[in-house]
T-cell receptor, first 114, second 115 residues
Framework: DTGVSQNPRHKITKRGQNVTFRCDPISEHNRLYWYRQTLGQGPEFLTYFQNEAQLEKSRLLSDRFSAERPKGSFSTLEIQRTEQGDSAMYLCASRLGGSTGELFFGEGSRLTVL | AQSVTQLGSHVSVSEGALVLLRCNYS??????LFWYVQYPNQGLQLLLKYTSAATLVKGINGFEAEFKKSETSFHLTKPSAHMSDAAEYFCAVSVLVQGAQKLVFGQGTRLTINP
């Protein structure tokens, strides 16, 4: 299966620690997105890459959050000095440029901050 | 700003009954609209999409949705519910902001199927 892959699937950490999530998109997709989903809510947009360029960042993405996509392939999302409010599912999605906007999602990385 | 509103955070139907999940959109331009399904602890899977072709769109698992411009609606239906349809369903609209295309999601509707 060559779908979107995310790891780790689950991460439990203590408040104040740093965590990093990785996303491997579908290989031919040049657009990559990160969303955050809290319990009982719809996914909220965090950031977007076109190839290696980060083109948009949501105001939800505080200074403690940083995302990269070196070489336009996989992407990482790092959260520094985690807070309990960061507990959520972090979803990665990808798509082809020129498509109708349909996103292909990974299984998500669930973060629990104690 | 373009957005979607899902009416009803929780819908419960009996197995074999009609499923109707409501979604209304707000858009100043012809929208691209999507329905996704999410099973527990999983990512989102596309059910169907409207891209300004036929107004009645058929998707996977027997679901379909009708785009009604006059009502700004894109409701999801299935004639006969199956136990495996129990999941969270999200309506989404594609928006273009400063050259970046992204999906904006509704709050979701949890579908429960009663035996």
């Amino acid at each position: 299966d060559t779908g979107v892959s995310q790891n780790p699937r689950h991460k439990i950490t203590k408040r104040g620690q740093n965590v990093t999530f990785r996303c491997d998109p579908i290989s031919e997709h040049n657009r990559l997105y990160w969303y955050r989903q809290t319990l009982g809510q719809g996914p909220e947009f965090l950031t977007y890459f076109q190839n290696e360029a980060q083109l948009e960042k949501s105001r939800l993405l505080s200074d403690r959050f940083s995302a990269e996509r070196p070489k336009g392939s996989f992407s990482t999302l790092e959260i520094q000095r985690t807070e309990q409010g960061d507990s959520a599912m972090y979803l990665c999605a990808s798509r082809l440029g020129g498509s109708t906007g349909e996103l292909f999602f990974g299984e998500g990385s669930r973060l629990t901050v104690l | 700003a373009q957005s979607v509103t899902q009416l009803g955070s929780h819908v419960s139907v009996s197995e074999g009954a009609l499923v109707l999940l409501r979604c209304n959109y707000s858009s100043s331009v012809p929208p691209y609209l999507f329905w996704y399904v999410q099973y527990p602890n999983q990512g989102l899977q596309l059910l169907l999409k409207y891209t300004s072709a036929a107004t009645l769109v058929k998707g996977i698992n027997g679901f379909e949705a009708e785009f009604k411009k006059s009502e700004t609606s894109f409701h999801l239906t299935k004639p006969s519910a199956h136990m495996s349809d129990a999941a969270e369903y999200f309506c989404a609209v594609s928006v273009l902001v400063q050259g970046a295309q992204k999906l904006v999601f509704g709050q979701g509707t949890r579908l429960t199927i009663n035996p």
